[in-house]
């Protein structure tokens, strides 16, 4: 497991809480339009980060 820790992209390592707050971040500096745009191709990404996108109450 520490291999794996120590090896994965740093973006993985961080909590749920933390990508919430930077997709919200964002998806709020863009046109309402493109804030959709932007929510729909985060949540393409990988499983994790759509099922995190589909979590999130905004």
């Known amino acids: 497991m520490t291999s794996y820790l120590t090896s994965s992209?740093?973006?993985?390592r961080l909590n749920?809480?933390?990508l919430s707050s930077i997709f919200a971040l964002n998806a709020d500096i863009f046109e309402t339009g493109h804030a959709l745009l932007y929510t729909r191709l985060t949540s393409q990404v990988c499983r994790?980060?759509?099922n995190l996108m589909l979590s999130s109450p905004s």
């Open 48 to 50: 994790s980060w759509r």
């Open 9 to 12: 992209p740093p973006i993985l």
């Open 16 to 18: 749920h809480d933390i």
